[in-house]
């Protein structure tokens, strides 16, 4: 009979952990997700913005000297991602590629012009800097169009600065929910030791003593949670850089570090101090009040 209910009572032991580690281990896997989401929501805007392209074309007069003086040009430039020079007859070429037909047969010459296709780093991809660059380019008086979605630039802009004040908002309302759970749960687990706690206190033990165990204990379970959740994240990590290998996610090992520290410190602390507030609840409860 003795055994059987030494058995219950561990069944419930370790379903209680259970629920608590599976309690630190989601939130701080969703805390942590947005933490690497936050981390990196500037190197994410700017890779997007980074796509937008600008065509600088020239005159059909402009000389090979000249082409290649702007060649130079943009490779010194500070604003310049990349880009590329993209010679008429290799656009014509690519046009009958896309449309299936060769407009010059008809036209008897080809009207395309040599351009360049430049992207801008994402710092300079607004509508103030845009127009210094432009204004730049037409300096040199080959340059005859300059051709860049400027709706674009304004939505992504207008949308990145909206994006990031409610990234804001959801941490901080995700931080304190987090820490409701991760306090629940503890509750939870303290609260069946209650009359344990109250058997001690009767014996003669302090405070300090009675608390230190419950306390060594949270911080194991919030240790397996946090562990748990580095995992997962080191699994989004992967995921997410095998669908945008250009953001070099998993390269940033800084960023990585930053999270997974956090996330340790903050399961570690949420834990303990949850802990200990639910120790000391029922330390100052009367006896009659724990039934």
């Known amino acids: 009979m003795a055994s059987s209910f030494e058995n219950y009572n561990k069944r419930r032991l370790i379903s209680s952990y259970f629920s608590v580690v599976l309690s630190i281990f989601l939130v701080l896997f969703l805390l942590g997700t947005l933490g690497l989401f936050v981390i990196n929501s500037k190197k994410i805007s700017d890779d997007f913005k ?148 109250k058997t001690m206190q009767m014996v003669g033990a302090t405070k300090s003593f009675i608390r230190k165990p419950f306390i060594w204990t949270s ?20 995921y997410v850089d095998n669908l945008f290998p250009s953001l070099g996610i998993a390269k940033d090992y800084t960023s990585i570090g930053i999270v997974v520290l956090g996330v340790l410190i903050i399961g570690t602390i949420i834990t303990s101090i949850s802990t200990y507030f639910a120790t000391q609840r029922f330390l100052n409860l009367k006896t009659d009040d724990l039934y």
């Open 219 to 238: 911080i194991k379970l919030g240790l397996i949670g946090s562990a748990l959740a580095i995992i997962g994240l080191l699994g989004v990590v992967m």
């Open 50 to 197: 980074e796509n937008i392209p600008m065509t600088v074309f020239f005159h059909n007069e402009a000389t090979d000297s000249i082409l290649n003086s702007f060649d130079v040009e943009l490779k010194n430039a500070k604003f310049i991602k990349d880009y590329a020079f993209v010679h008429k007859d290799s656009a014509a070429k690519n046009n009958v590629d896309i449309v299936g037909k060769d407009f010059m047969e008809f036209l008897g010459f080809n009207p395309l012009q040599n351009s360049f296709d430049i992207h801008l780093k994402g710092d300079y991809v607004n509508s103030e800097s845009i127009k210094k660059i432009e204004r730049t380019f037409r300096k040199n008086e080959m340059v005859t169009e300059i051709i860049y979605d400027k709706q674009l630039v304004d939505l992504v802009n207008n949308n990145v600065k909206e994006i990031s004040f409610w990234i804001l908002i959801v941490s901080g309302v995700l931080t304190v929910v987090a820490m409701l759970l991760i306090n629940s749960s503890l509750r939870l687990s303290v609260y069946s030791h209650r009359f344990t706690i």
